[in-house]
């Protein structure tokens, strides 16, 4: 069995006559998420962009790394490095995108998407708080 036919299986979708996917029934919210693949892409970028920027703001006002994989990184090659190891996580998702069935190449981008966008909370959370009751 291939992998795309295990993942085609796992995902729900099955293959007609012509060979095509024929996919499942999901909720419209579901569905609306999948099909803004394009939309997610721009999103994953704007806040892994949005997350070294506020890294490097929250080590240049006292806060530290906590992430050894990123301590590891801003020793060797500085805040330019944390940009390229996020540059890494893109590549690696936009390589392994063909490996999913066309319909579900949304979740790649979905999964970079959600643990930058908690990042760039607690990253924003953080300065805040060390703005307004540290000063």
């Not at 299986?9 to 006559?17: K, N």
């Not at 997350?51 to 050894?68: A, C, F, K, M, S």
Request: aromatic share 6%; hydrophobic share 55%.
């Amino acid at each position: 069995m291939s992998l795309r036919n295990l993942l085609s299986e796992v995902f729900g979708t099955a293959s007609g006559a012509s060979g095509a996917d024929t996919p499942r029934q999901h909720h419209p919210f579901i569905e609306s998420v999948l099909e803004a693949e394009r939309e997610l892409w721009g999103l994953v970028i704007a806040a892994m962009l949005m997350d070294v920027t506020l890294t490097v703001h929250g080590l240049q006002i006292g806060l530290r790394e906590v992430n050894p994989v990123a301590v590891e990184v801003l020793d060797m090659a500085g805040a330019v490095g944390l940009y390229l190891m996020k540059g890494g996580a893109l590549l690696v998702g936009l390589v392994c995108r063909p490996l999913l069935p066309s319909r579900y190449t949304a979740l790649i981008p979905l999964g970079l998407a959600i643990p930058s966008l908690f990042a760039v909370i607690h990253n924003s959370a953080l300065i805040l708080w060390v703005l307004i009751w540290m000063s």
